[in-house]
């Protein structure tokens, strides 16, 4: 699970970049954030990385300012970029061709979340079977291998609406057997979850910089 949610949104916040996967992040963390390897079997654009999966004592708005004061990260500041995906908010820093990025959310007193290292890299075209609508293009291609799950995570862009996003997958994967666990509508997103045996599909939908977004995570 936590390898899933970690390449949700690496797939999320690479797109703003156009990046290709580094080696994992070099951090000292302070001493109210704890830090393990998430998983050393993952790729992005089928290139091997690593993250670190973070644990803090204190909210996410205290490890945020960390990273803020970390990365130089004031008011105005181009290289940085902030964004909230409920219940997560998510950091990300550009330095010459490396992408820093933290995402973080509340549990109970303190805080989880991830953080990862990427370097920008011109990607290649790769072929691919997951469904997309007519004009969609692929952003960024991630999978891995963790607890003897194969999973897949794909970063779409087109100009639909979001609504279109969902109805057209919902039809897509209902009209193919799976059945709709989860369909969570807000303002400018969607969640969408099917199931079929031991697949399942996960798809998040958000309107962001004038494109629709869609990321697949399809877990075997």
């Known amino acids: ?7 949700l949104f690496i797939c999320l916040f690479s797109c703003f ?22 998983s050393g079997n993952m790729a992005i654009a089928g290139l091997p990385t690593g993250a670190l999966h973070l644990v803090s004592s204190r909210p996410a708005a205290a490890v945020l300012d960390h990273f803020r004061s970390l990365w130089n990260c004031g008011a105005g500041e181009k290289r940085c970029r902030e964004a909230e995906m409920p219940p997560w908010s998510v950091l990300s820093r550009l330095e010459g061709k490396k992408l820093e ?7 109970g007193a303190g805080a989880t979340g991830y953080l990862g290292l990427s370097e920008i890299k011109r990607q ?5 079977n997951v469904p997309m609508m ?3 293009r692929v952003v960024n291609d991630m999978v891995s291998s963790d607890l003897g799950k194969k999973g897949r995570v794909m970063l779409l862009s087109n100009t639909y609406s979001v609504a279109s996003n969902g109805t057209f997958y919902t039809d897509y994967f209902i009209g193919r057997g799976w ?3 989860t369909e969570d509508n807000r303002i400018e997103s969607q969640v969408l979850i099917f199931h079929k045996g031991s697949e399942e599909a996960h798809l998040v939908i958000s309107r962001q910089q004038g494109a629709t977004q869609v990321v697949i995570n399809m877990v075997q």
């Open 1 to 7: 699970m936590i390898g899933r949610t970690c390449m």
């Open 17 to 38: 970049w156009s990046t290709a996967a580094a080696q994992g992040p070099r951090f000292s963390p302070p001493g109210w954030i704890e830090v393990s390897e998430v």
């Open 101 to 107: 990025y933290v995402q973080i959310r509340d549990l």
């Open 124 to 128: 290649k075209a790769r072929q691919t």
């Open 134 to 136: 007519q004009g969609s």
């Open 179 to 181: 059945q709709r666990v």
